[in-house]
């Protein structure tokens, strides 16, 4: 199967060509009238001025109504590998094209609070005086984090609209708005809500950019939306506010700070395990004993912010340089790979040389990314001889920052040849640097203090 990238052509200038909330009149107790515009209804032009940046859309929205085969299209958080949630065969369809095993329940996308009431009640009409059927524990987290990165768990009605391989057997689905004009306005032509895991292949990085979902699933899947790189960089925050107190299941891009905020989550809990609580805090994970997720080809070594190491320890970076020669056998140059979030200083202190000069040769890269690869040689002490070729990324020390760039740098390093990544963790307090630090205990083989 051929696959294609299609490129809408939209940026912040033009966005609102995509499509626009219905204006409602709201009438007050003295009978006066406003419009308002809620989430109730995203509406995209029948015709526009616009075709040549709507027509992309409507083609991949045309592909979900007539095909099985999932296509994948960009949110905030990650691009989505999305099929229309309500037919069995086209669900399956994602299963197959990610390598996933099926008893993993799928998010639900809506582009609109209309298309969530009618699969919580399938006779729920907004015109009569029925109450809503959204429990009332998600109207603060809506009203606030909606379109958005959040993800909530509703009761799965019986029968129900959705597939039953959506949700695995549980009662319950999860369900989010997206942020992403565009992720709505193709749910929208689909004319269906669509379930969508992150259109990585089973096991790597999520992918935060089109060319991330060509290079994993090319030849598996026909059609690529491309809307550039994703703002957020790391999947949803899903809570469970069926039960009491009512839960975190997955950090994410709303922290759990700005939910304790919300009427009614003041008591929210943490239900996610991190490896550093699961591990103990001195025990080195040992390599190869977790599930893979998240994880580039490259070993990737993590430095817990706790253990507030200045610089990467120059003897772990041997013994996996050496590690790595064993492993493959000798004579060829292994690459090592810093990524930095803050405090480490150029190279993670490796002495090194080289590194300025591709710097500048790649700044096209920041761009998209926000970092710029930098790429050169390891160094003994004396400087006299080469240990290895030395790569290196700055995520910086904003950590919205390193969310955005998390995954792409993970992916750029194995595209760049890298055999170990040294990663300067961040400290993970109830923002974003949770979801950052979930993430990437679940890739590292390696868990150090
Ligand atoms: O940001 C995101 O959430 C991205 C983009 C594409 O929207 N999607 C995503 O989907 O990350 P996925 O399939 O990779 O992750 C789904 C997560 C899993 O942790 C799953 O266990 C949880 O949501 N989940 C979904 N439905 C659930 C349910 N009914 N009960 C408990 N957990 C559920
Ligand atoms: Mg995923």
Known sequence: METRILKVKVDYSNIQVLGHWKEESA?????????????????????????????????????????DIPVAFPTETVYGLGADATRSAAVKGIYAAKG?????????????????????????????????????????????????PLTILLPNPSPSLLA?????????????????????????????????PSANASTKPSPTAAQHVLDDLRGRIALILDGGSCSVGVESTVVDGLCSPPVVLR???????????????????????????VG??????????????????????????????REVPRTDVREAVEAAGEEEGKGNVKSVAIIRTGRWPVAGGLRSQGLDDVAAKDSGDVAETGFAV????????????????????????????????????????????????????????????????????????????
Not at 179 to 186: G, H, N, V
Not at 290 to 295: G, P, R
Request: with cysteine; net charge negative; aromatic share 6%.
């Open 27 to 67: 009438e007050h107790k003295d009978g006066s009238k406003t419009k308002t515009s809620n989430l109730n209804t995203w509406e995209v032009p029948t015709t526009s001025e616009h075709e040549d940046i709507l027509s992309p859309i409507r083609e991949v929205a045309h592909h979900l109504r007539t095909t």
């Open 100 to 148: 996933r095993p099926s008893d993993n329940p799928l998010i639900v996308h809506v582009c609109d609070l209309s298309m969530l009431r009618s699969l919580i009640s399938p006779s729920f009409s907004s015109a009569g005086d029925e109450e809503d059927p959204i429990p009332a524990i998600y109207h603060p987290l809506i009203t606030r984090f909606w379109p958005g």
């Open 164 to 196: 039953p391989e959506v949700t695995a057997g549980l009662p319950t689905f999860g369900c989010r708005m997206p942020a992403s004009a565009l992720a709505r306005s193709l749910i929208k032509l689909a004319n269906a809500p669509l379930a969508a």
């Open 251 to 277: 950090p994410g891009g709303v922290s759990l700070e700005e939910i304790r905020e919300c009427k009614g989550w003041e008591g929210v809990e943490k239900a996610y395990k991190d490896q550093a609580e």
């Open 280 to 309: 103990g805090k001195t025990a080195p994970r040992a390599p190869g004993m977790k599930y893979k997720h998240y994880s580039p080809k490259a070993r990737v070594v993590l430095y817990e912010a706790e253990g507030g190491r």
């Open 374 to 449: 930098r790429e050169g040689q390891w160094l003994d002490e004396d400087g006299t001889t080469v240990l290895a070729r030395l790569l290196e990324i700055n995520l910086g020390n904003d950590v919205k920052g390193v969310a955005h760039g998390l995954f792409a740098a993970l992916r750029e390093l194995d595209r760049r040849g890298a055999d170990v990544i040294f990663v300067e963790g961040v400290s993970d307090g109830d923002d974003i640097a949770a979801a950052v630090m979930n993430r990437l205990r679940k890739a590292a083989s390696d868990i150090r203090i």
